[in-house]
């Protein structure tokens, strides 16, 4: 698992947002047009002094969305769709998908599904980037079916689904 970004997922689950999955969602996936370009340590708001060291190593940076981009036709930039298809395109090595018991962390190296990391598990858990070191902590996930991203305004349902690059 990614041994930079789950953490800060975790952390901001717990603090910034107070574990709520829905104000969660609503600021890393509702609340922007196209998508993140780096998920910053503004993410750790709340968070205890010592935890915002343990995982930032004392640096701080912001969260960059991609937002202002400038297409080459000059159209606006639209939200990407990210598919087991389209991920490959992305050049992101991570997906994440927002479950209301935690995050379903998705290698895209490997196509299906991937393991469950619980949102009550300690941000400051050792992570590693090869699966075979991925900690107990984690539930292997069935495949299922993605529930779209509903319209602006409409209430959400089922998991959530958030690329990062």
């Not at 996936?29 to 993140?36: C, N, R």
């Not at 750790?44 to 915002?52: E, S």
């Amino acid at each position: 698992m990614p041994s930079h970004h789950l953490p800060i997922l975790l952390a901001a689950y717990q603090y910034k947002f107070g574990r709520d999955i829905e104000a969660m969602c609503r600021h890393l996936i509702d609340a922007i047009a196209v998508g993140w370009a780096e998920l910053g340590t503004d993410l750790l708001d709340g968070a205890p002094p010592t935890l915002v060291a343990a995982l930032t190593g004392g640096e701080h940076w912001p969260s960059r969305s991609l937002d202002h981009l400038i297409t080459p036709d000059g159209s606006p930039p639209v939200r990407m769709t990210v598919t087991g298809t389209t991920v490959g395109d992305l050049g992101t090595p991570w997906g994440y998908v927002l479950h209301p018991r935690g995050i379903e962390v998705i290698s895209t190296a490997h196509a299906g599904t991937g393991p469950l990391v619980t949102w009550d598990t300690d941000p400051s858990t050792p992570f590693s980037d090869h699966p075979a070191h991925w900690p107990a902590i984690t539930t292997r996930r069935t495949p299922t079916t993605r529930t779209p991203l509903p319209a602006a305004g409409a209430a959400p349902t089922g998991p959530r689904t958030a690329a990062r690059r």
